[in-house]
């Protein structure tokens, strides 16, 4: 992450849910959730990109991929989220069974934000390296795994490209714009290879910091990439930032997105501060942009932790109940149904 939802009226209503959640399209049971099914459908991610006007909701918690803290935002916010996203690094599997097991079971997609880097950040992969083979061994396990699991996961491969802070970052390892292109496409390629079909790629860059780390030259092409997506966050003013309105912070780099290609559209990290503004507004606003002028936007993904700053849609009274009442205007409404 980086700035710039008579007694026998009521069981039949339950039981509707309870279908739609056998097909993967809604859940039932406590707090939202359905304990003990299996039915994620198989186009989950597919019918996503296509269910024009809807934002599909998706949060990050401190203990994602875990679901206390998935229930717990689900409670809060009064919405489900339809992914869970959590950070993996190359020191790891692509994924552990347990994970993605127990977000199957509720219906859960997969957003795995896989970091080619060793564990906090130590050990460096060069972008080179990766796409000369060096670590196509454990690109294989990755993918033989993916292939195994057979179900619908977005894999994020090294975001946030354009921008200082990681292995895979410009200028670091010798790592280029040119570089990132060959090592996406090898890892992609060994994938396919795997037959890791239900896997969807997600190429998402850090906003363009106003034009100072712009992310097109990045890109590896439309037949490598299935969803496009964008990081950004409103760190509020400070000695180092100022307040940014999601539209200011996301409309130029958006437009330059969807000049660049066609891919569905995901907010693939924001949330706001509460420092020098007004968060609830910055979050109502949020939901009003996307239905005006982020239209290409399917789904969003909410930080929801205490980090750099109070990044969670509780950090305050006022931001809990913007943020409940986002999830009751549209596109994120839609999504609901």
């Known amino acids: 992450m980086t700035s710039a ?187 396919r290879a795997a037959g890791a079909d239900r896997v969807r790629w997600l190429w998402a860059p850090n906003v363009d910091c106003g034009g100072a780390c712009p992310f097109s030259q990045f890109y590896p092409g439309d037949a490598w990439v299935n969803w496009v997506g964008l990081d950004g966050y409103n760190s509020g003013a400070g000695s180092k930032s100022r307040w940014t309105e999601f539209e200011e912070e996301f409309g130029p780099s958006y437009e330059a997105l969807t000049r660049l290609t066609g891919k569905p559209v995901m907010i693939a990290e924001t949330a706001s501060s509460e420092a020098g503004g007004d968060k609830a507004t910055w979050i109502l606003n949020m939901a009003r942009a996307l239905e005006t002028r982020f239209t290409r936007v399917r789904a969003l993904v909410w930080f929801d932790r205490q980090k750099e700053h109070d990044w969670r849609i509780n950090s305050s009274s006022a931001s809990l109940a913007a943020f409940q009442q986002a999830m009751k205007m549209p596109p994120f409404s839609q999504a609901a149904q």
């Open 5 to 191: 939802f008579p007694a026998t009226r009521r069981r039949g209503s339950i039981a509707a849910l309870c279908i739609l959640a056998a097909i993967g399209l809604q859940s039932c049971g406590k707090s939202g959730f359905q304990e003990g099914w299996t039915g994620l459908r198989a186009d989950a991610i597919d019918h996503l990109a296509v269910s024009v006007p809807t934002v599909a909701l998706g949060v990050n918690t401190t203990k994602a991929p875990g679901l206390a803290g998935v229930h717990a935002f689900s409670s809060l916010a009064g919405a489900r989220p339809r992914i869970v996203m959590w950070y993996q690094t190359w020191a790891e599997p692509l994924f552990y069974p347990e994970q993605v097991r127990s977000l199957l079971r509720e219906g859960l997609i997969p957003m795995i934000n896989w970091q080619p880097t060793a564990a906090h950040g130590a050990g460096r992969y060069s972008l080179t390296a990766i796409a000369d083979g060096a670590f196509d061994s454990y690109i294989r396990r990755s993918a033989r795994a993916a292939a195994r699991w057979g179900h619908p996961m977005f894999i994020d491969f090294a975001h946030e490209m354009n921008i200082g802070g990681t292995a895979w970052s410009p200028g670091v390892e010798g790592n280029t714009p040119g570089a990132y292109v060959r090592a996406w496409r090898h890892v992609v390629r060994i994938f």
